[in-house]
């Protein structure tokens, strides 16, 4: 059965999409089998995985209204080494359509059970705003991992997140916990950034990742090729913390 983790960060452009298609590279690297849901109507981690989102036939969208399965929408990305269930601008629409729908935020998790005896891992890229999207990927995974950059309004965003996740959890998923902090974008010789690492290493003790992803333009490089930046340049500092990242998951994971 597959581990499912929502990639969540209320805060936005903290590197949610970056984090979710270059861990699920990382993961196929290490021997996983990995498949990437696209909860954000952008479709940033759809194209990011080499896939075309407007020549999508099924998508995410298709699965969440019951239309179409896990498996029927699926894409495989060849270069990525993944599968991605990809999304467009039609998933706009479903945060509408879903209000008024039976199990609305319950949908996507029937939908990912069907599969998950197929993947080892499955990652969802949720968008910034707690949106009906966000609860549909909340109420079915295992855990959440947050990544976050090393500055004050990120602590801040932080608190909102922690305090959602409760609530989902005392009234909709009573699995769902912090996997763990991921610090990104890091530049170590900032003083406040390490300041602020020093502060979360301190507050949420083991729940903050060992792995520490370094900023990084050819991480910032790699989507404008549709590819993850561990496939881009697999030797740039970046990619390679992105596979001890993913080792370290498989590690964590089975200690859970």
């Not at 020549?55 to 896990?70: F, I, N, P, Q, R």
């Not at 912090?178 to 729940?207: C, E, W, Y």
């Amino acid at each position: 059965m597959a581990k499912i983790f929502c990639v969540a960060n209320q805060k936005g452009g903290v590197g949610k999409t970056t984090t979710t298609v270059n861990l699920a590279a990382g993961l196929a690297k290490v021997g996983q089998r990995v498949l990437v849901v696209d909860l954000d109507p952008q479709g940033n981690a759809t194209m990011g995985s080499g896939i075309d989102k407007r020549a999508l036939e099924l998508s995410v969208y298709d699965v969440l209204l019951e239309s179409a399965s896990v498996a029927e929408a699926k894409q495989h990305s060849e270069k990525a080494g993944y599968d991605v269930l990809g999304a467009n601008r039609e998933l706009a629409g479903a945060e509408v359509e879903l209000v008024e729908l039976e199990r609305r935020e319950r949908r996507l998790k029937t939908a990912l059970a069907a599969a998950s005896a197929d993947y080892d891992f499955i990652l969802i890229d949720c968008p910034p705003s707690l949106s009906m999207l966000t609860l549909n990927g909340l109420c079915c995974a295992h855990g959440v991992v947050v990544p976050m950059q090393c500055e004050y309004f990120a602590l801040e965003g932080l608190s909102d997140l922690v305090n959602t996740i409760k609530q989902v959890h005392a009234n909709l998923n009573a699995d769902l916990q912090i996997i763990g902090l991921l610090r990104v974008m890091f530049d170590p010789r900032i003083t406040l950034q390490n300041q602020v690492s020093d502060q979360l290493k301190a507050h949420f003790g083991d729940k903050v990742f060992d792995t520490v992803i370094p900023r990084n333009v050819r991480l910032a490089e790699a989507p404008s090729y549709g590819l993850p930046g561990v496939v881009f340049d697999p030797s740039s500092k970046g990619a390679q913390a992105f596979v001890d990242f993913a080792r370290e998951m498989v590690r964590r994971i089975a200690t859970m």
